[in-house]
């Protein structure tokens, strides 16, 4: 159990195109999921934090207008990246929370912009 | 400044070796302590985490942690490490003052086992 998935698994975009990225959690409902961003080597940075039908919080420094996050349902969040450019190259990582336990982990996206 | 630090980027041990991954947290309250697995094409696993009561926490895959109030450490260890144990190790932690929302992750120990 516990199960959260990502697609797609690694997408090349065009510099200047939007590209979006989902997160699903497929055997529990989520109330909470994390986005975060993981440089070659690196640690987890975490991007921004949304809760099923509310805005997403964001970090300081992340652009909103940049990344745009849905948590529409609670087993779907989505990621966009919009107007990308090569310094968005990067491996993006989702998790899912419901209440107060865990987070559980997507095996991450990793996005080549071109 | 608050941090959580994994002093060893990169670790080599022979399979059948004891292992021990460091990691110290600067927080002025005891935060809750994880460790996490990540494995090439697989998401982060977690391996062990403390919120309180005994210090010495078993997890999955034969990991423990001892958490050591006096050295603000988390370390984590294995007696035996078998080679599906190569991968990167992150220590995480959730401040207190935050609630239980945001992971804040060291920087990884990237571990190696040789044969």
């Known amino acids: 159990g516990a199960v959260v998935s990502q697609h797609p698994s690694w997408v090349i975009c065009k510099s200047g195109t939007s590209v979006k990225i989902e997160c699903r959690s497929l055997?529990?409902?989520?109330?909470?999921m994390f986005w975060y961003r993981q440089f070659p080597k690196q640690s987890l940075m975490l991007m921004a934090t949304?809760?099923?039908?509310?805005?997403?919080?964001?970090e300081q420094g992340v652009e909103k207008d940049k990344f745009l996050i849905n948590h529409a349902s609670l087993t779907l969040s989505t990621l966009t990246v919009t107007s990308a450019h090569p310094e968005d190259s990067s491996f993006y990582i989702c998790?899912?929370?419901?209440?107060?336990?865990?987070?559980?982990f997507g095996p991450g996206t990793r996005l080549t912009v071109t | 400044a608050q941090s959580v630090t994994q002093p060893d980027i990169h670790i080599t041990v022979s399979e059948g070796a004891s292992l021990e991954l460091r990691c110290n947290y600067s927080?002025?309250?005891?935060?809750?302590l994880f460790w996490y697995v990540q494995s090439p094409g697989q998401g982060l696993q977690l391996l062990l985490k403390?919120?309180?009561?005994?210090?010495l926490v078993q997890g999955i895959k034969g990991f423990e942690a001892e958490f050591k109030r006096s050295q603000s450490s988390f370390n984590l260890r294995k007696p035996s490490v078998h080679w599906s144990d190569a991968a990167e190790y992150f220590c995480?932690?959730?401040?207190?003052?935050?609630?239980?929302?945001?992971?804040?992750f060291g920087a990884g120990t990237r571990l190696a086992v040789h044969p």
């Open positions: 055997d529990f409902q989520a109330t909470t």
């Open positions: 403390y919120f309180s009561g005994d210090t």
């Open positions: 995480a932690v959730v401040p207190i003052s935050g609630g239980y929302n945001k992971l804040i």
């Open positions: 998790s899912a929370r419901t209440g107060s336990e865990e987070q559980y």
């Open positions: 927080y002025g309250a005891t935060p809750y």
């Open positions: 949304s809760n099923e039908g509310s805005k997403a919080t964001y």
